[in-house]
T-cell receptor, first 113, second 116 residues
Framework: GNSVTQMEGPVTLSEEAFLTINCTYT??????LFWYVQYPGEGLQLLLK?????DKGSNKGFEATYRKETTSFHLEKGSVQVSDSAVYFC????????????FGRGTSLIVHP | SAVISQKPSRDICQRGTSLTIQCQVD?????MFWYRQQPGQSLTLIATANQGSEATYESGFVIDKFPISRPNLTFSTLTVSNMSPEDSSIYLCSVDGLAGVTDTQYFGPGTRLTVL
């Protein structure tokens, strides 16, 4: 079946540091890949998505590239801010079905001033 | 993008009571879903809310405990029945089919439930 594996958190960084949150997946076919963000006390927001190999999703300074050869979709940001502190979820939705996503366990990011 | 709202945003309930959570979307959508997020955990799908027919429940969730309604293409309710402290979670509704995009789910702000 489909699965998503994210790096364990929390990830703790100082402001303006470089961020990488690793995500790898297992799926049949050609899934769409997503990063969602959950700020404290809020629901999930779609951060970015990519629908085919080598696509790069980007939003709010975050980027992730769909790497089919390594089945990865790592999230990166060049310079994090305190306001980026949140939980980040990697997810996939499989083609040919109802598109109900499979979520990773989430990675907590804490950014200190 | 569409606005998805949930009511209530949070509640504290007594054991043995029931709570109904509402999800409203400001445009018609094909699919609506209900998730549970237990403290510090990822999301677990409870059921797909089908318009005009009974909801489709995932393994481990039953209609008697989590009855769902979906009377039209913009509204759904989830009831958490006969609550126990183990039901303390965030309950999230989500939708897809917004603007014809069928591979992406968008989430409401969630309902934070505490059962004493």
């Amino acid at each position: 079946g489909n699965s998503v594996t994210q790096m364990e958190g929390p990830v703790t960084l100082s402001e303006e540091a470089f961020l990488t949150i690793n995500c790898t997946y297992t799926a049949t076919g050609y899934p769409s890949l997503f990063w969602y963000v959950q700020y404290p006390g809020e629901g999930l927001q779609l951060l970015l998505k990519a629908t085919k190999a080598d696509d790069k999703g980007s939003n709010k300074g975050f980027e992730a590239t769909y790497r089919k050869e390594t089945t990865s979709f790592h999230l990166e940001k060049g310079s994090v801010q305190v306001s980026d502190s949140a939980v980040y979820f990697c997810a996939l939705s499989a083609s040919g079905g109802s598109y109900i996503p499979t979520f990773g366990r989430g990675t907590s990011l804490i950014v200190h001033p | 993008s569409a606005v998805i709202s949930q009511k209530p945003s949070r509640d504290i309930c007594q054991r043995g009571t029931s709570l109904t959570i509402q999800c409203q979307v400001d445009s018609q959508v094909t699919m609506m879903f209900w998730y549970r997020q237990q403290p510090g955990q990822s999301l677990t799908l409870i059921a797909t809310a089908n318009q005009g027919s009974e909801a489709t429940y995932e393994s481990g969730f039953v209609i008697d405990k989590f009855p769902i309604s979906r009377p039209n293409l913009t509204f759904s309710t989830l009831t958490v029945s006969n609550m126990s402290p183990e039901d303390s979670s965030i309950y999230l509704c989500s939708v897809d089919g917004l603007a014809g995009v069928t591979d992406t789910q968008y989430f409401g702000p969630g309902t934070r439930l505490t059962v004493l």
